[in-house]
């Protein structure tokens, strides 16, 4: 103020000097003497319920005045302005807040500034789907599969911990609500992936072919999926593959599986990766006892080659080839005992050797590409072939797939609330059959063309709509199907939101049907699924709850002549070709699942809990009645723990997984409509532990882990084999995995190219 | 007489500019301590400061880029997840801003991309290395390219090592070339104009230092 006084008397002796009065300068001084005048201006800032808020700054709209809230809250700060003036209150947390302020020059003191937190993100449709937007990503990353314990780093088993899903360690593939495992597709890169499985003994279930390090992520979704796809009457499991690698590298690995070993090389603009395989159970099976008879345990080799190439900023060119082979033998009962069969499996003897050789070859390639942010295109083709040359005793038994598929889609991101996509895609595929010396060889060749559409319409960040329809059309079948699809979000809360997903699926009929010498020709199926979630997540805890209705309709039936007294169970059955068939199946699925996720609770800690009740029949197949199928358990149960060790770089990781028991048939009891699948397995539960020790050998960098499933050595049922003595006496075995107890060790060194070109 | 009007016009003339169009005054002023003070309060009240020269000064690049720049340097500090993911938000807004202004991308845009990415990471690496890692990675990389002698770069990607745990290939040794690189080519650079932004040097000599203790350890 000292300064103001000093440059008025200044001005007042200019003035004299000047002989000018002093009334003429003086609406001057006074403005200047305004500005130079300091007004204080203080307060307090609180959320909507009055806790204070740190660090939040308050300043007068479009001036440099302003100040800091400190921990009570509390601001201060002096400005030069005057009149009527905003006052602005900012933080990253909260929606910014303004206030009119008039400033006469007296100190403003006593504000109170509320608040209110910031809405951050835009709604995300939930329902049916554990994929979500924004910063979440995918439901799992690549590392989350292989610190799981239970999975053995395989994509598909790990999803067998999510809700929707049934735990089962005898049969391939994954049972989602109530569907049989061929209602499950794996989608690689938009590409339906033939045979997600390396086939191997019946009863034994093998591992995917997924390798979880070749994917950024996995997006699963257990109903109600976008109208991209099709053909699957459950459920999609989505795998994205990496794009460019991020260095040169070495990675070299051996376990009680075999050894690999790949290399990385990376240009400026692609990368190629290569890798070679072979695995070898024995190790494996020799120190667990197995509860098959292998005179050859499962041995083979695979090798891989990629080529990622970014040709421009926005564009992606990826094409990947990899081929497998594996081969089995066990030793099996004569199933002609359990199934009365009379015909030629009767004259083999008690015990038969099963032999599987699996011949595999994939290859794909995609191109992506974004047009100045406004469009983009994906286009992608595949091939792959798989032929199995099984043996059955002396019989061979071959079976041949291929399938080509071409994708194209486009989408047009008309603002940032509204986008439309549309694309085709088209698929050949057959399958040949080939039981030589005995029966007929069949095959059939299917081509499915498709056309869809789908709007997301974003209209408040409150709200998402994403309504969609696709058309298929199958020329084995001469049928056109148009199948609509709705999903949509709302938000509840800051942190909470509920969704819906419905629609429409189709699907061909099981290939069992194509390949049978039966008169008709079975028609495509379908179900409706209706499914409602709700959701609070908050930094990373998310709360889950899900519910759903599923209606199956148009399923195919099996009409036998004695299906009031005999029920063949097996899944690998021939059908006789004097049976009738048709499209009269149905079936229903109901369920409520919970999902809980903590990442944050504990440090170095993440967990999650699942649970799904489910209440499912169906009348399909060979079924005489309405039923719950045989891998079918009402309620599972997950716990999966990982922790990771700082101080001795160790991540440990535990999974209990606990499931009740799976519906079998009884044929001792009479009559069959009455007992059908009415017997209960005991329930099951199983323990699995990972260690993994993470350490560096110069510039070698090393995992060395070690996994245990079955910890407790559990005997666990899936189900009961009834042999007949041919007195009408039987005999109950019980079924169970291959293995109980495993434990399975290995290690993985890798050598990432230094960067010395970096300096 | 004539000295004594002079002085109190200007005086009163920089009454006015204050107001005026000179953000540059202001804009270097307020980041420089910003960029020095240890205290995290004092830090907090010039990242708000900065904050409002960007909003006065809109049309300016360097305003949000060092606003950007500031949220970047609170996030560390941040434990709250949430909060610190807000702040971030606030910084990708305010880089977006400057590469709009600016019409491209540029050596030090990049380098700030990578910065973000790596607080991004840092609040839950066990969660978020292999999304994050990667887009700190690719800016460092972008940043190389556009400018092979920007020290920020390699003083940056030294930090990181440094605060990299041994056992993946970071720590002290290996991050000392980074530094001792950026030191040099920091020799290089005037401090004079905020629009060409010069900040790092500070900290690149204490942290040579602390690189070199422990090599007197071993």
Known sequence: ?????????????????????????????????????????????????????????????????GGTTDSAGFFSFETTETGNQTLVANDATHSTMGMPLVITGAPITGLVLKMRTAVLETVTITAGSFASGGRAATVMSPLDIVTTAGSNGDVVKAMQMMPGTQQNNTDNGLFVRGGDAYEAAVIVDGIVA???????????????????????????????????????????????????????NVNLGINMGGLYASGTKRWKKSSLDVGGSYTNLQPLYALASSNFNFYQVPVGGGAYARYAWTPNKNGIFKATISTTYNKSGITIPNPSSVYGDTGFMSKLGDRINYETKDKYLFATATYKQMFKTKYSLLAAVSGSYDSNSNKFGPYPLKTEEYRTQGRIEGKDFINNRLSLMVGSDVQLYGVGKQMDSFHFRKSFDEKIVSAFAEVEWTPKYWLAIRPGLRYEYSAMLKTAVLAPRFSAAIKTGPNSQASLAGGLFYQDAPNLYYLSDITKTPGMSYAAHYIANWQYSKSDRTFRIEAYHKDYQHLVREYYPNADSVFVFNRNRILNPSIGIDNTGHGYADGLELFWRDKKSIKNADYWVTYSFINTERLYENFPVLATPTFIAKHNFNVVGKYFIDKIHTNVSATYSYRTGFPYYDPTLKPLKDNFLTGTTPDYHNVALTFAYLHSFGKWFSVFYAQVDNVLNTKTVSG?????????????????????RTIFVGANFSLTQFSKDEL | ??????????????????????????????????????????????????????????????????????????????????KHDALLDEADKERDEAVAILGKENDETYVLASMIANSRMMINPMQRWQKYGKIFQDNLKNAQEANPENPRMYYFKGVTTMFTPKNFGGGKKNALPYFEKAEGLFAKEKNDDIMKPYWGKFQNTFFIAECKKEDKDN
């Open chain 1, 1 to 65: 103020m000292w300064a103001a006084i000093a440059l008025q008397s200044q001005i007042s002796k200019i003035c004299m000097r000047l002989k000018l009065p002093l009334l003429s300068i003086l609406p001057l001084l006074l403005i200047s003497v305004s500005t130079w005048a300091q007004t204080r201006i203080s307060g307090k800032v609180v959320d909507m319920k009055d806790k204070p808020i740190k660090g939040a700054s308050v300043s007068l709209d479009n001036t440099l005045d």
């Open chain 1, 194 to 248: 033939q045979s997600a499985f390396a086939s191997g003994p019946p009863g034994v279930a093998t591992r995917s072919r997924f390798n979880a390090f070749q994917y950024q992520g996995v997006q699963f979704s257990s109903g109600g999926y976008s109208a991209r796809y099709g053909q699957a009457l459950s459920a999609v499991l989505e795998l994205n593959s990496t794009d460019l690698a991020d260095k040169s």
């Open chain 1, 720 to 740: 009961y084999r009834f042999v007949p003595d041919g007195n009408g006496v039987y005999t109950k075995q019980s079924v169970g995995p291959a293995l109980y």
């Open chain 2, 1 to 82: 007489m004539k000295k004594l009007l002079l002085m109190s016009a200007i005086a009163m003339g920089a009454l006015t500019t204050t107001k005026a169009q000179d953000f540059k005054k202001p804009l270097k002023e307020t980041f420089e301590v910003f960029d020095t003070t240890r205290d995290q309060e004092k830090k907090m009240q010039l990242g708000n400061k900065l904050g409002l020269i960007a909003k006065k000064w809109p049309n300016e690049w360097a305003t949000h880029y060092y606003y950007s720049l500031a949220k970047v340097g609170l996030s560390y500090q941040e434990k709250d997840e949430a």
